[in-house]
């Protein structure tokens, strides 16, 4: 029992220490994929100021955030599953399409009142989120999945030990009852020959079996008796 339970505690401190480093692995890439979803956010303000302003510092600064959000989509590729890189490259595909659509936007003639030029820009930025928020989502379920299976192997481990602890009972069990016939009873068989030998009752044997130390005992009593 004991050194299943010894068993039992370190291969714990072995799933804690391996779940706190899974954890922080995943927070690091939450924190990044959150990054490139903010990034997205401020690229949809500024790709339509640059459109709408016509003014070549936006458009710049539009150019400028454009490659930080392609770094940081390249980051992504660096993420610990295959399915997480694949949703990553997903979103970057249709992050893509928006240098094209701005390219677009400014070539088209103002829309007036309903200004439409820029509806596809939009929708392709927020499509890109959606697939980081799938990410993060994924992201989140992986950690709850880690728990899960630290549960479960918590629970295997409660059970062997009880199933030790059973296993253990009925093996002190056995070996008490053993000791109680091949031990407790040529001593007390002993004893009694003792005491009728004291009142001489030559005349008794003790039954003897086996040839251990007890079994020599009682030749050596049934001996002295004859």
Not at 138 to 143: A, S, Y
Not at 171 to 198: C, D, N, V, Y
Request: charged residues 30%; glycine residues 6%; hydrophobic residues 40%.
């Amino acid at each position: 029992v004991a050194a299943v339970a010894g068993a039992g505690l370190v291969t714990f401190r072995f799933s804690i220490s391996a779940l706190e480093e899974f954890r922080e692995e995943t927070v690091e890439e939450s924190k990044r994929i959150e990054e490139v979803r903010d990034l997205l956010v401020e690229a949809d303000d500024l790709g339509e100021a640059s459109v709408e302003e016509e003014d070549p510092a936006t458009g710049e600064r539009f150019v400028t955030l454009s490659a930080l959000i392609d770094r940081r989509f390249g980051d992504l590729q660096t993420l610990a599953t295959q399915q997480e890189r694949q949703l990553a490259a997903e979103a970057e595909a249709i992050w893509e399409k928006c240098a094209a659509d701005i390219a677009v936007a400014k070539t088209l003639p103002s829309g007036g009142a309903t200004d439409d030029r820029l509806d596809p820009f939009h929708d392709h930025i927020d499509e890109a989120a959606s697939i980081l928020a799938d990410l993060q989502t994924f992201n989140g379920n992986q950690v709850a999945d880690e728990i899960s299976s630290l549960r479960r192997r918590e629970q295997y481990q409660l059970l062997a030990g009880l199933t030790a602890l059973v296993i253990g009972s009925t093996a002190a069990l056995f070996l008490a009852r053993r000791m109680g016939r091949s031990i407790t009873r040529p001593l007390l068989s002993s004893k009694e020959a003792a005491t009728r030998f004291g009142s001489d009752d030559l005349s008794h044997r003790i039954p003897v079996s086996g040839d251990d130390e007890l079994a020599q005992l009682g030749n050596a009593f049934n001996a002295m008796a004859s």
